[in-house]
Nanobody, 124 residues
């Protein structure tokens, strides 16, 4: 059974940093694109960042570019999201996701596996 489990969420103040982790089990995602999405209350789930299987290519939403960094450790089957200079508008549930395929994508329908989400709350 494939599982993606996020950790590292919490409540911080504006300007602080957090690092989210996503541990995968049940299969290796070393050859697959993985990504992060967020969902704020009352809004649809939206793309944050994605990373190629090798870690050599990444894409970001404009709203987080320059502040967030996505990375992965395939040997540990783990995905990370380093979030710096956090803003109140970053408050959301953050979801880890993985594709069956190798193509970088911003579309949530392109991702086949999802974690349960981690709450990030940023106060002003």
């Amino acid at each position: 059974q494939v599982q993606l489990v996020e950790s590292g969420g919490g409540m911080v103040q504006a300007g602080d940093s957090l690092r989210l982790s996503c541990a995968a089990s049940g299969r290796s995602f070393g050859g697959n694109v993985m990504g992060w999405f967020l969902q704020a209350p009352g809004k649809e789930r939206e793309f944050v960042a994605a990373i190629s299987w090798s870690g050599g290519s990444t894409i970001y939403a404009d709203s987080v570019k320059g502040r967030f960094t996505v990375s992965r450790e395939n040997a540990k089957n783990t995905l990370y999201l380093q979030m710096n200079s956090l803003k109140p508008e970053d408050t959301a549930v953050y979801y880890c996701a993985a594709q069956r395929g190798p193509w970088l994508s911003r579309g949530r329908n392109d991702y086949d596996y999802w974690g349960q989400g981690a709450q990030v709350t940023v106060s002003s």
